[in-house]
């Protein structure tokens, strides 16, 4: 699917809410994206099915009548950066995107006639020549001004019309706009920005082919000259840089505006289209993946503009939540309102009660916008679909989506760190934690995680508090081939850590990077599915005056990175939160070994008698042995161990209330 974007004639897109407390960022830097992420979701795709009034797809090159201009900084002619054409028989074809030093992997654009052809403006391969480090070493360095602008387009006798085309663009600092002209290019008395470094994010990236439509009724409906002109703006900047990294276009159309449509979009207050809004308490962390006994409420907002030229009236944002059965088990709509054409109802309006998870499942969370004519029936009603996971003992702020990488290369080579918020319902057992890899880590660094409560941090001081766990670990090829280290994250009591509600209730799970001086680095994975509030992820940056940061300016580089705790697996709250005195008197007359075990492991019984239940359970929660026995005081009981494979986990042995856990090594 594709995703819709749109806006409001001569209205750039405001800054994206990155949240006002608490917030403490650096400038953006420039970031090389790894090849296997897939940046933006893909949302569904409307293409317009009304009359087309003039098209181009490029399929014979960039046509005669068209201009091709480039200029610097200054606006000063500049004959190198300009456009490219991109088609079967020119070198590159068009089986290459952007040929830049930072790029994303270098894709061409997924349009409908890529296949024909399609145009570029390659700002980063312009200011480097394709080669990292090389920073202004091009053929046309940095900022730079591309404008690519059509011939003559007669519109008479069409007073309802729309743009759309298909577009590939990503942003470090820039501006992606396209003026329009009803003089044949003598004036240009409107521009649509389509996208900038706010409303993307630094380093943002569309989804590729996003199909782009804007209602030009109220300037180009019935004009008999009208031009287009699109513009690459690298003029915008910071003391990193400016310009990049590409815009690509394809399938460009002037056709009538439907009547009934709605659209979801990005608010003009940065408010993203569609939000997720988790718990009572404003600023709450989101959740892609939470547990069952971890689940809160959740409530719905979108954004929805009237696309079409006639008034909708009842329009309504409704949300469907599907099992993973594909049954609708829960329908929320938000209040109805009339809109009139070119009006957008937002999330002030356009907002739902909330909805509990009361089972594990893989839910489709499917926004909606509808109206008295936009039904199902008169015009289709655009739907959005995302995932929500709840497991019984995986939490993570991530969406199980890859859009980038971050680590050692953004922050700095040794001693850098990333650090997610875990905020609980109930009191919690932390068994571990998923470090998911990008595959530009390289195996011989070193990471350690550590575990701290919240209380009393501050960017500069840090944690003021002693780690609550400690895991070191080297990362091995197996580790970046399997894109995941799974840390231990046994307390200094022996028991996996004990996270109360009491207080703030929120923990941080703190990941330090050492890449060796850059020879090993270590990058994790992010998600930039929903924008959290600024305190759910952090960064302490080691480039320059060592402390912590929210992140950077106007970015999504670093919002939900994969780091996944492992919870306790129980059904319920109390099965493995509180270490009570009877476990602890327990613990003192069992003795377990060897340990680390192979095939089997002894439970040698000081004062105990009677019926025991054992149990084994691996960090994801799966009971592996459960059997019952006998226990007699001064007498050993070898449990089998030859169905698990090498690995830590949770040995426990229960005699009525008294539960004792270990943790247990098989080699």
């Given at each position: 699917?594709?995703?819709?974007?749109?806006?409001?004639?001569?209205?750039?897109?405001?800054?994206?809410?990155?949240?006002?407390?608490?917030?403490?960022?650096?400038?953006?830097?420039?970031?090389?994206?790894?090849?296997?992420?897939?940046?933006?979701?893909?949302?569904?795709?409307?293409?317009?099915?009304?009359?087309?009034?003039?098209?181009?797809?490029?399929?014979?090159?960039?046509?005669?009548?068209?201009?091709?201009?480039?200029?610097?900084?200054?606006?000063?002619?500049?004959?190198?950066?300009?456009?490219?054409?991109?088609?079967?028989?020119?070198?590159?074809?068009?089986?290459?995107?952007?040929?830049?030093?930072?790029?994303?992997?270098?894709?061409?654009?997924?349009?409908?006639?890529?296949?024909?052809?399609?145009?570029?403006?390659?700002?980063?391969?312009?200011?480097?020549?394709?080669?990292?480090?090389?920073?202004?070493?091009?053929?046309?360095?940095?900022?730079?001004?591309?404008?690519?602008?059509?011939?003559?387009?007669?519109?008479?006798?069409?007073?309802?019309?729309?743009?759309?085309?298909?577009?590939?663009?990503?942003?470090?600092?820039?501006?992606?706009?396209?003026?329009?002209?009803?003089?044949?290019?003598?004036?240009?008395?409107?521009?649509?920005?389509?996208?900038?470094?706010?409303?993307?994010?630094?380093?943002?990236?569309?989804?590729?082919?996003?199909?782009?439509?804007?209602?030009?009724?109220?300037?180009?409906?019935?004009?008999?000259?009208?031009?287009?002109?699109?513009?690459?703006?690298?003029?915008?900047?910071?003391?990193?840089?400016?310009?990049?990294?590409?815009?690509?276009?394809?399938?460009?159309?002037?056709?009538?505006?439907?009547?009934?449509?709605?659209?979801?979009?990005?608010?003009?207050?940065?408010?993203?289209?569609?939000?997720?809004?988790?718990?009572?308490?404003?600023?709450?962390?989101?959740?892609?993946?939470?547990?069952?006994?971890?689940?809160?409420?959740?409530?719905?907002?979108?954004?929805?503009?009237?696309?079409?030229?006639?008034?909708?009236?009842?329009?309504?944002?409704?949300?469907?939540?599907?099992?993973?059965?594909?049954?609708?088990?829960?329908?929320?709509?938000?209040?109805?309102?009339?809109?009139?054409?070119?009006?957008?109802?937002?999330?002030?309006?356009?907002?739902?009660?909330?909805?509990?998870?009361?089972?594990?499942?893989?839910?489709?969370?499917?926004?909606?916008?509808?109206?008295?004519?936009?039904?199902?029936?008169?015009?289709?009603?655009?739907?959005?679909?995302?995932?929500?996971?709840?497991?019984?003992?995986?939490?993570?702020?991530?969406?199980?989506s890859f859009d980038n990488r971050f680590g050692t290369d953004n922050i700095g080579p040794d001693g850098s760190a990333?650090?997610?918020?875990?905020?609980?319902?109930?009191?919690?057992?932390?068994?571990?934690?998923?470090?998911?890899?990008?595959?530009?880590?390289?195996?011989?660094?070193?990471?350690?995680?550590?575990?701290?409560?919240?209380?009393?941090?501050?960017?500069?001081?840090?944690?003021?508090?002693?780690?609550?766990?400690?895991?070191?670990?080297?990362?091995?090829?197996?580790?970046?081939?399997?894109?995941?280290?799974?840390?231990?994250?046994?307390?200094?009591?022996?028991?996996?850590?004990?996270?109360?509600?009491?207080?703030?209730?929120?923990?941080?799970?703190?990941?330090?990077?050492?890449?060796?001086?850059?020879?090993?680095?270590?990058?994790?994975?992010?998600?930039?599915?929903?924008?959290?509030?600024?305190?759910?992820?952090?960064?302490?940056?080691?480039?320059?005056?060592?402390?912590?940061?929210?992140?950077?300016?106007?970015?999504?580089?670093?919002?939900?990175?994969?780091?996944?705790?492992?919870?306790?697996?129980?059904?319920?709250?109390?099965?493995?939160?509180?270490?009570?005195?009877?476990?602890?008197?327990?613990?003192?007359?069992?003795?377990?070994?060897?340990?680390?075990?192979?095939?089997?492991?002894?439970?040698?019984?000081?004062?105990?008698?009677?019926?025991?239940?054992?149990?084994?359970?691996?960090?994801?929660?799966?009971?592996?042995?459960?059997?019952?026995?006998?226990?007699?005081?001064?007498?050993?009981?070898?449990?089998?161990?030859?169905?698990?494979?090498?690995?830590?986990?949770?040995?426990?042995?229960?005699?009525?209330?008294?539960?004792?856990?270990?943790?247990?090594?098989?080699?």
């Amino acid at each position: 699917m594709k995703k819709i974007t749109l806006s409001l004639l001569g209205l750039a897109i405001g800054v994206t809410a990155f949240g006002q407390e608490n917030v403490n960022q650096l400038p953006a830097q420039l970031s090389k994206l790894d090849k296997d992420a897939v940046v933006k979701k893909q949302l569904q795709s409307t293409a317009t099915t009304e009359a087309v009034i003039w098209s181009e797809d490029f399929a014979n090159g960039i046509p005669a009548t068209w201009s091709n201009q480039g200029f610097d900084g200054n606006l000063n002619p500049l004959a190198t950066a300009v456009w490219e054409y991109r088609g079967t028989s020119t070198t590159p074809d068009n089986t290459q995107g952007t040929r830049g030093a930072y790029g994303a992997a270098n894709d061409p654009i997924l349009s409908t006639t890529a296949s024909n052809g399609f145009v570029i403006f390659d700002s980063d391969f312009l200011d480097n020549g394709g080669i990292q480090g090389n920073e202004g070493g091009g053929t046309a360095p940095a900022p730079h001004v591309g404008t690519l602008t059509t011939g003559s387009i007669d519109l008479s006798g069409h007073p309802y019309v729309m743009l759309e085309l298909q577009s590939y663009a990503r942003v470090f600092y820039a501006n992606f706009q396209i003026a329009l002209s009803i003089d044949g290019g003598t004036t240009w008395t409107d521009t649509i920005t389509s996208y900038t470094d706010a409303s993307l994010g630094v380093n943002g990236q569309s989804p590729n082919a996003d199909r782009l439509q804007y209602n030009l009724s109220s300037l180009l409906g019935n004009q008999s000259n009208v031009k287009l002109r699109f513009i690459f703006d690298g003029r915008p900047g910071n003391a990193n840089g400016n310009s990049y990294y590409f815009w690509i276009l394809d399938d460009i159309v002037i056709a009538d505006l439907p009547r009934h449509s709605l659209r979801f979009v990005d608010n003009n207050d940065g408010a993203p289209a569609h939000d997720m809004i988790y718990g009572t308490t404003p600023g709450g962390s989101k959740y892609g993946i939470m547990t069952l006994k971890q689940a809160r409420a959740v409530s719905f907002d979108s954004n929805i503009l009237n696309f079409g030229w006639d008034t909708q009236t009842n329009v309504q944002l409704e949300m469907r939540i599907l099992d993973g059965g594909q049954n609708v088990i829960q329908t929320l709509n938000s209040s109805s309102v009339s809109l009139n054409a070119g009006d957008t109802a937002d999330y002030n309006v356009m907002n739902t009660s909330s909805w509990t998870p009361t089972a594990e499942d893989n839910y489709q969370i499917v926004y909606i916008a509808k109206s008295d004519s936009v039904n199902g029936t008169v015009a289709p009603m655009p739907m959005d679909t995302f995932r929500l996971y709840v497991t019984d003992s995986l939490m993570s702020l991530d969406f199980n989506s890859f859009d980038n990488r971050f680590g050692t290369d953004n922050i700095g080579p040794d001693g850098s760190a990333l650090a997610v918020r875990m905020e609980l319902e109930q009191d919690e057992r932390l068994f571990g934690a998923d470090i998911w890899l990008s595959a530009s880590t390289v195996a011989g660094g070193v990471i350690e995680v550590t575990v701290y409560d919240s209380t009393g941090f501050d960017f500069t001081n840090g944690f003021p508090s002693s780690p609550l766990a400690y895991y070191q670990h080297t990362v091995t090829a197996t580790d970046v081939a399997n894109r995941v280290i799974r840390a231990d994250l046994t307390g200094t009591d022996g028991y996996p850590v004990f996270l109360s509600t009491a207080n703030t209730g929120a923990y941080y799970i703190v990941v330090t990077m050492f890449s060796n001086a850059d020879a090993n680095p270590i990058n994790i994975r992010n998600d930039q599915s929903f924008p959290e509030p600024p305190t759910s992820a952090l960064m302490y940056y080691t480039l320059s005056s060592p402390r912590w940061y929210t992140g950077f300016q106007n970015s999504l580089d670093l919002n939900a990175p994969h780091i996944r705790a492992v919870l306790c697996p129980a059904a319920t709250a109390t099965a493995c939160m509180t270490i009570s005195i009877d476990e602890q008197d327990l613990n003192n007359e069992i003795s377990v070994y060897p340990n680390p075990a192979t095939d089997y492991v002894n439970l040698e019984f000081g004062d105990v008698n009677g019926s025991v239940d054992i149990r084994v359970v691996d960090l994801n929660g799966r009971v592996i042995v459960q059997q019952s026995e006998t226990a007699i005081a001064g007498t050993s009981l070898p449990v089998s161990l030859v169905d698990l494979t090498p690995g830590v986990y949770v040995l426990s042995v229960q005699k009525g209330d008294a539960v004792s856990t270990f943790k247990l090594t098989v080699q």
